[in-house]
């Protein structure tokens, strides 16, 4: 069983949201994003950093530092998960949130049954409430271009709406340095989020571990911070979670030397999903690291786990 991106795992009563399509033998890399309290109730972890702190707290021996990240990593053992929650099984229509989310799930694979499209986040888990968003998830990218290219058509018929108002972002963007005002403009032009029956929807791609561009047996260092201008030459995995876009450095503004051969920017995170096509010119802000795997060796700027981590169209 391929446990990926949009499934979440129960482990002695905390749920942990599963992170990315790459994960070490008899383990999956994953966040706590809902915990219980003594009273039984759950209280949901909305950062990175609160999630780190948990783990650290309650549970230090799920943080193993690897070499194909470069960086402490939480690692859940399999032999610990009590129950895997599938995004693609869900069918279960109880609540309102629920009810618009397998609608609009049947109206964009009424357009190709062939999508494979799971739901996902509070909803998937039966702790959603009334106002709570979709969360969408598609595996495979071929199935990912089918998507955007329904929500396209879907967005000209009005079916689908761009997020039009700050409400709708600021609780997912506390632990960004980026103006809501960036991210609404950002996040309004994208058609992997949107409206859909006046109710906040938000979706990733997901590529198989075929399709994907890292190795168990990479190396990565971290070098430090660095800022640049570049100008974005393939775009192919840049809407998909985790996300990939090739670049070409046209202005260093801070950093260590070897930010000049920075030919790469990913992210494990969404919200850095499609952002920039090719031939964008874009300001980064992030993480400088060098990847070794085999022969080969790059730079690239990683983003996502510091609040100053930006990625912006110039």
């Known amino acids: 069983m391929e446990i990926l991106e949009g499934y979440y795992v129960r482990v002695c009563g905390d749920i942990y949201a599963v992170k990315g399509v790459l994960h070490p033998p008899r383990k999956v890399v994953a966040i706590p994003t ?41 690692l859940i053992p399999l ?47 039966g702790l959603d409430e009334p106002s709570s968003d979709i969360d969408l998830v598609v595996y495979g990218v071929n199935s990912g271009e089918r998507f955007i290219n ?28 980026i103006s809501p005002e960036d991210w609404l403009r950002l996040e309004s032009r994208k058609l992997l989020t949107g409206v859909f029956n006046n109710r906040l929807y938000t979706s990733k791609i997901v590529p ?19 800022r640049m201008l570049c100008r974005v030459v393939d775009s192919r995995f840049g809407k998909t979670t985790p996300n990939l876009y090739l670049v070409e450095v046209l202005k260093i503004m801070y950093g260590d030397g070897k930010a000049r051969d920075v030919s790469q920017v990913m992210s494990m995170r969404s919200r850095f999903a499609e952002i920039a096509s090719n031939g964008d010119i874009v300001e980064v802000e992030g993480r ?12 690239r700027i990683f983003l996502g786990n510091d609040e100053r981590d930006k990625f912006l169209p110039v």
């Not at 129950?83 to 799930?105: G, I, N, Q």
């Not at 075929?210 to 047996?217: A, H, Q």
């Open 208 to 226: 198989f571990p075929r399709e994907y561009w890292e190795d168990l047996s990479q190396r990565v260092r971290e070098i430090g911070r660095a």
């Open 288 to 299: 400088l690291e060098e990847v070794c795997c085999r022969d080969k060796k790059i730079y």
């Open 34 to 74: 809902y915990v219980r309290k003594e009273n039984g109730r759950y209280h949901r972890i909305r950062n990175l950093k609160e999630a780190f702190s948990y783990i650290e707290e309650k549970k230090p021996s799920y943080l193993e530092y690897l070499d194909f990240t470069g960086q402490k990593t939480p």
């Open 79 to 125: 032999n610990d998960v009590d129950e895997v929650y599938d995004p693609v099984k869900f069918d279960r229509a109880d609540t309102e949130a629920s009810r618009d989310a397998l609608m609009l799930k049947e109206i964009l694979t009424s357009s190709s049954s062939k999508i494979k499209i799971g739901i996902t986040g509070s909803i998937l888990l």
């Open 150 to 177: 329904i929500l396209k058509d879907l967005r000209i018929n009005n079916v689908v709406k761009p997020v039009n108002t700050i409400d709708w972002l600021t609780e997912t963007r506390r632990d960004s340095n």
